[in-house]
């Protein structure tokens, strides 16, 4: 469980320098690309915290986080790709 | 049980490893197209490597809808996690992103007929013929 809380705050830690590319990244993608890697680790994170409250009633929540985030990421591709939603 | 202890210790270090590598590669690298490379490749694998690791933790409390809901996530993350990137990518090639000036050649580019290249903007940086 102590070890789970370590892998908690690591992730945490990994997602802070990936602001740096979302404030000033040269391009629309590049946001959205540092978006989608800080949405990966908070699922992550989530079922490491899940683990550690011993509560598995969490875990519904990273699996929604999973597609929704997924869904939102091919549709700001698409806006990019086409224009048009 | 030990072994189990040790193997989810050396699961959740990989993955970490791959994430921190996924985090530097994301800094470091010079153009929308290496970011990707960096990033999709890594976030893959480190991220399943995580998720396992998390499921083998569960499983060895005895919960096993658990374990099962969160190896459904690590399926879900290695389907997803590619297909998000080669949309993003194109996308980002469509939309015009420049190319780094270290670039060698563009076989996207190559590839388009004429009817295609009407959609596809002039890039700032223009790739270097050969």
């Not at chain 1, 929540?61 to 224009?83: C, H, N, Q």
């Not at chain 2, 980002?92 to 780094?100: F, I, R, V």
């Not at chain 2, 000036?101 to 007929?113: A, I, M, N």
Request: aromatic share 8%.
């Amino acid at each position: 469980m102590f070890l789970e809380y370590l892998l908690t705050i690591t992730l945490g830690l990994l997602s802070f320098p990936l602001l740096y590319r979302l404030w000033r990244g040269p391009t629309t993608s590049d946001r959205l690309l540092a978006l989608e890697l800080i949405g990966a680790l908070g699922v992550l994170m989530l079922v490491a915290l899940s683990v550690v409250a011993g509560r598995p009633i969490y875990l519904d929540l990273a699996v929604l986080l999973t597609l929704f985030s997924f869904l939102g990421t091919l549709i700001v591709a698409r806006y990019l790709e086409r224009g048009l939603l | 049980m030990k072994v189990l202890d040790i193997l989810v210790f050396l699961l959740y270090l990989g993955g970490l490893f791959f994430n921190l590598a996924a985090v530097v590669g994301i800094l470091r690298l010079p153009d929308v197209y290496c970011r990707l490379h960096s990033s999709s490749k890594n976030t893959t694998l480190g991220s399943t490597m995580i998720a396992t690791g998390l499921a083998l933790r569960f499983f060895e409390a005895g919960q096993i809808p658990a374990a099962l809901k969160v190896f459904l996530i690590a399926i879900l993350i290695l389907i997803i996690a590619p297909i998000g990137s080669h949309a993003l990518a194109r996308a980002a090639y469509q939309n015009g992103a420049p190319l780094s000036e270290l670039t060698v050649c563009d076989q996207y580019l190559e590839s388009l007929t004429n009817q295609d290249l009407a959609g596809v903007p002039k890039r700032a940086t223009t790739s270097k013929q050969g």
